[in-house]
């Protein structure tokens, strides 16, 4: 007999942890049905009748509407079930019970105090372009820079990217609010913004949205100001390295800015990766940190669930009003709000954009929502903060690390290399993944199956507070680094 997930007592699906041949028996919740069909692994089945128009329910939520009548043991799929989203939503604000106030810190990671209250996990130099025609130049700085080994300094990178120029109006606004707060990431020791001159994105504009204590950190220069680039960046990068050389030190948990993701999920990503993300992010909100979610077209059907958390009716309304704001710009672009998963997600046994928002919010665990900001600006409040931007790996991986996250966790049950300017943890939500991927992936959710959540996450955690610590993340390791703009408006 083969053993399935049910995730909630009011699931009318579960979830296959191995792959079902037609006529074998199920069980899941204590409910045992007979597989009508061979059912991939991570796959759904039905474990009672849904009528045509009736909603399956998996995480004890609709995740959309019947298309035909399915039976018990039916394979749950996108050939009978649709999505129920619309462009319009109806919110409810609750007052949220008292939360409980943030218990002490017991763990702790050897990080790099700033001199604003910020705690890095590394303390590095970034080489900012403003536009894209100095990225290579960029790039070059970087390689002759790491080639130096600066005592104190655990690595120079540069972050290319093809704009900050032909964009106009809030197009162009985004790409200076987010390069100018990634250079205020905790992270990056020193920086150095390198401009070419002409560009629509001033470098004179760039430094005017840094923080005035942050300017000490920072210098800058356009290659068209200079008779030679190279040799003056290698100057200004010798100046930040004596400048940001610096020794861990011990802090408590409370000091990591974590950041949360997800990428190429699968039916598993919402009964382990998710769920464990979700209790490292309670662990660190509990302590009184920072909390980052974003992907804001990937809580799409369950973004209740979010705002049933919100402290404040300010803070309620700022995130219906981004979800509100998130739609509509599907629509301005004729593009249904449902447009997603993706081919990968649903191979993976997702099927609805519903379902795959109820998987995708656990990784905020229960932290309440404390803030929202948009696309561009930085966290500031303890708690989980939403920031606006899309489920786009390199866009909302950036978008995380420009916020403030200094280190991320991804969720991932298809695998992917990707990593940003800051540690990128991968959390492979099967043991086939992790085993197939192990250059990849940095912990395996999938033993929570067998040696339980608990096991899981002390072991998730120790890994993090190291790779906190200073030990690389695989994304590290194989120098998978870089960022993504999210560009939005004309191209001139």
Known sequence: MTTAVRIHPADSVAVTLSPISAGEEVTAGGITVRAAQDIPSGHKIALVPIA??????????????????????DHVH???????????????????????????????????????????TRNEIWIIPTVGCVGRTADRLAAMAERESFAGIEGVHAFPHPFGCSQLGDDLEGTGAILAALACNPNAGGVLLLGLGCESNQLSG?????????????????????????ERGMEAIEDLARHAAA?????????????????????????????????????????????LLTEIPEIFGAEQVLMDRCVDR??????AALVGRFKRYFADHGEPVSENPSPGNIRG??????????????????????DVIHYGERMTRTGLTVLEA?????????????????LTLFSTGRGTPLGSPVPTVKVASNSALAAAKPRWIDINAGDALDAGMDAVFEDALDTILAIASGTPARNETNGERGIAIWKRGVTL
């Open 52 to 73: 045509a128009g009736e909603s399956p329910i998996r995480y004890g939520f609709p995740i959309g509407h019947a298309i035909s009548a399915i039976a018990p043991g």
């Open 78 to 120: 996108s050939h009978n079930v649709a999505t129920s989203l619309a462009i319009d939503g109806s919110y409810r604000y609750e007052k949220p019970a008292d939360h409980a106030p943030p218990a002490p810190a017991h763990r702790s990671f050897m990080g790099y105090r700033r001199g604003d209250g910020s705690v890095g």
């Open 206 to 230: 760039m430094v005017e949205r840094l923080p005035e204590g942050r300017r000490d950190h920072v210098r800058w220069f356009t290659a068209q100001g200079v008779d030679d680039e190279i």
């Open 247 to 291: 020794q861990r030190e011990p802090v408590p948990l409370s000091a990591l800015r974590l950041g949360v993701k997800c990428g190429g999920s699968d039916g598993l990503s919402g009964v382990t990766a998710n769920p464990l993300i979700g209790r490292i992010a309670d662990a660190v909100g509990d302590a009184g940190g920072h909390v």
């Open 314 to 319: 300010p803070t309620f309304d700022a995130l």
């Open 349 to 370: 046994g997702i099927t609805t954009l519903e379902e795959k928002s109820l998987g995708a919010v656990q990784k905020g665990g229960h932290v309440p929502v404390t």
């Open 390 to 406: 899309p489920g786009n790996d390199a866009v909302s991986t950036t978008a995380l690390a420009a916020a403030g996250a200094t």
